[in-house]
């Protein structure tokens, strides 16, 4: 699954107010992967600072419940609470990265299925500002018995899983890096 194109020209991207979401399909016109884009308010070096800080995605991001890096591979367990119990997978995934520009987990074992989750840092003119863009996408029907039984019931959920999830990535990521910087400190 390829989360590697601009989703939005990057003038488009740094004068919007809120972050952008473009939604993929997949060859039954169902989503099965979303990019979301936002301007962030600190220099892509802070916001790489945070996406490449991998281990501390589970302190970070919502449903990361563990993660561990050891060179190339990331083990990540999930943590869906649902009303009274909790729903719980794990996946591990190849870590790539151009540093300072690009980090990509790309499935390997676990669940869910075909996995993909890309981050982007893009320098903008503003030398105290950046370009975050998260991209995430997945085999949702490998995540059990109780995704399918929802989706079966609700078709309509597959339609916010992707855009939620991007943009609960990008929205996580771009505070955090916000909240430590800054200005005049770059």
Do not use: C
Request: hydrophobic share 45%; proline share 6%.
């Amino acid at each position: 699954m390829d989360l590697s194109d601009l989703p939005f020209e990057l003038d488009t991207i740094v004068n919007a107010r809120e972050p952008l979401l473009r939604v993929g399909m997949d060859a039954d016109k169902r989503p099965n992967r979303a990019q979301a884009a936002a301007r962030v308010l600190a220099p892509p070096e802070r916001v790489w600072q945070v996406v490449s800080d991998v281990e501390r995605y589970a302190g970070r991001v919502p449903m990361m419940d563990k993660v561990t890096l050891r060179d190339e591979m990331a083990t990540v367990g999930l943590k869906f609470r649902i009303a009274v119990f909790s729903a719980k997978f794990s996946f591990k995934a190849r870590a790539r990265s151009e540093a300072g520009r690009m980090l990509e987990l790309s499935h390997v074992e676990g669940e869910p299925r075909d996995l993909v989750l890309r981050f982007d840092v893009l320098p903008v003119e503003d030398p105290a500002q950046s370009v975050l863009v998260a991209g995430i996408g997945f085999d949702i029907s490998s995540l059990g018995w109780l995704v399918k039984f929802f989706l079966k019931h609700h078709p309509e959920i597959q339609y916010g899983v992707f855009p939620g999830s991007a943009l609960t990535l990008v929205d996580t990521l771009r505070r955090e890096a916000e909240l430590a910087f800054v200005p005049g400190s770059a």
